[in-house]
């Protein structure tokens, strides 16, 4: 027989007493658990431009850190005066800056089986393999493309120098090489770290009026004035192979298999 109803004590539908604790219980819980994501996603929403901000603080402090460590280019930098550095990476092939490629992880990594294996005819510098995406620097001045700085590397006397040459911002003008790694003999083929000589490079020039490739190191000092001088160094005395190694490495990385495509681009007046 069915209960009465004043015995059990519920209308139907309605919680009992015993019932009503556990699912109040339930609905704090619930709303605490929407205020905490709101209060969440309000202060994702209202922090992420700061987050950002630093962000791009951090990683512009690292690029500055980076190219004062360049020998040479804090100087290059101090020199031009208010210049705003970027780290950007270029694809080789078709000379495009590739924003959606991180330089800084870039230059971070350094594993050297990957990239293009160079056939030997085509690789005079004795560089290897070439990456496909590689990372630059740009400096500007009032948003005008002043210096860019390109990673450069190939084979020496004692093992692969690797440095940077900074050209002005017409793709043409050389404005400083530096090499900050290397294994050449000290007072020989180290010479290459020596400012005295590095001087020697500032101002020439790539290419002749016709477009050929002309920037080289030679056994004699070209007169002064003479054509020839807008184009090439006295190479290190002594040190025929070193010498011979940045002559190769530089005309290569100016080069079609190097950042040639790009070079290209802004000597045509493209913006980087
Ligand atoms: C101990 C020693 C260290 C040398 N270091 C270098 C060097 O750093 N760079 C270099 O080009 N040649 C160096 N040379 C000289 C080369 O062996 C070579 O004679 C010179 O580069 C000329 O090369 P070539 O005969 O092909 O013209 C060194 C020679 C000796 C004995």
Redesign the pocket.
């Known amino acids: 027989m069915a209960e009465p109803l004043a015995q059990s004590g519920a209308v139907a539908g309605t919680p009992t007493p015993g019932e009503v604790g556990p699912i109040r219980t339930v609905l704090v819980a619930l709303a605490v658990c929407g205020v905490c994501a709101l209060v969440l996603t309000g202060s994702v929403v209202l922090l992420r431009p700061y987050q950002l901000e630093n962000q791009r603080g951090s990683s512009e402090a690292r690029v500055h850190e980076l190219v004062a460590s360049l020998p040479g280019v804090s100087e290059l930098v101090a020199e031009i005066g208010g210049a705003e550095l970027e780290l950007r990476t270029v694809e080789l092939r078709t000379g495009h800056l590739a924003p959606s490629v991180d330089a800084m992880t870039l230059l971070d990594r350094s594993d050297a089986s990957e990239g293009r294996l160079l056939p030997p005819d085509r690789d005079p510098a004795g560089v290897g393999r070439v990456p496909r995406y590689a990372p630059i620097y740009l400096l500007r001045r009032n948003g005008t493309l002043h210096t860019v700085i390109l990673p450069v590397s190939g084979r020496?006397?004692?093992g692969t120098l690797r440095g940077h040459l900074a050209l002005a911002g017409d793709g043409e003008t050389v404005r400083g090489i530096n090499f900050d790694e290397h294994r050449?003999?000290p007072g020989?083929?180290?010479e290459i770290e020596n400012p005295q000589w590095q001087a020697l490079w500032r101002g020439k020039r790539l290419h002749d009026a016709t477009g050929a490739l002309r920037i080289r190191t030679v056994e004699r000092a070209p007169a002064p004035g003479s054509p020839e001088a807008a184009y090439e160094v006295q190479g290190i005395s002594?040190?025929?192979?070193?010498?011979r190694g940045v002559t190769e490495l530089l005309r290569f990385w100016v080069g079609p298999d190097g950042f040639g495509p790009f070079l290209a681009r802004l000597r045509a007046g493209e913006k980087a």
């Open positions: 020496g006397y004692g050449e003999t020989v083929g180290a002594g040190a025929t192979r070193t010498s």
